[in-house]
């Protein structure tokens, strides 16, 4: 068995050796059966490889947060700009028609709220699998706490979510939180998105940081990053550019889209980068043609 005294740490990521094609355009996901496919053919644009996710589901931990104090009028508007809305089943289900036809990554776990210390004591699952099928979502989001106090119960979380999901065809995706004790580090991140990949999460959403062409490289199936925290538009730009350039499938932005000034044109310009492989600044100067 293995453990963590004496391990020598990783050195060949094979960064210049394509991912194996298994017959399906998602990596590592080529043996899953149609339904899982189909539904990560939504979830990705199949030419691109790619997604655009916008974030809602702040409130869960939050309550109203700047940009997020009426869906109806902040969020709905921007759903046509993405390809993958990830939000809270009470959230989605009360402020977003239903005529409009998205894929949906539904936020699946509860964790404490921002008036506890430790958001990762007491999380669990929030939501069952038949409620998903009900809400017709394309995934659920687990959110995962490796490193923290509540990092085996997470994980738990993750992994009956993950044999749900296989039942009945519907992906996985792994969050990787950050915590006040947690690294933020290439080590970190490649270590917690290994973890979720191998326990099952179909597609992993983590953090970009420097080195993160070895993060991609060493997580089996495909990587979304996370927004975090508001950036000014130009750094949000580049971030996303850098992180698509390391190897990742896409982003999951939030606050750096529903804070902006102009959050139509900053999804806009983001789709650019993800879908067409505008860099930084070639997105920020559509940015700012857009807003004038």
Known sequence: ???????????????????????????????????????????????????????????????????????????????????????????????????????????????????????????????????????????????????????????ETLCRAADAGYKYGIPILGVTAVGKEMERTPRYFSTASRLLAELGASFVKTYYCEGFEKVVASCPVPIVIAGGKKLPEQEALEMCYKAMASGAHGVDMGRNVFQSEHPAEMMSAIRKVVHEGFNGAEAFEFYQDAIH
Not at 57 to 81: F, K, N, Q, W
Not at 92 to 112: E, G, M, W, Y
Not at 130 to 155: H, K, P, T, W, Y
Request: aromatic share 8%; proline share 4%.
């Open 1 to 155: 068995m293995a453990d963590a005294v004496g391990n020598k740490d990783a050195k060949n990521y094979y960064l210049d050796t394509p991912v194996t094609d298994n017959g399906f355009f998602a990596k590592g996901l080529g043996n899953t059966d149609w339904g899982m496919k189909n539904r990560l053919s939504r979830l990705f644009n199949p030419k691109s490889g790619n997604t655009v996710m916008l974030a809602f589901d702040h409130g869960y931990i939050m309550g109203p947060t700047a940009g997020l104090e009426r869906l109806d009028v902040t969020i709905a508007p921007l759903c046509e700009y993405a390809d993958v809305l990830m939000g809270t089943r009470g959230a989605i289900r009360s402020c977003i028609p239903p005529t409009l036809n998205k894929a949906v990554c539904l936020r699946a776990t509860h964790d404490t709220s921002v008036f506890f210390d430790d958001m990762s004591v007491g999380s669990g699952l929030g939501c069952d699998i038949e409620d998903a099928i009900r809400m017709n979502a394309s995934a659920l989001a687990i959110q995962c706490f490796v490193g923290g106090a509540g990092e085996r119960d997470s994980l």
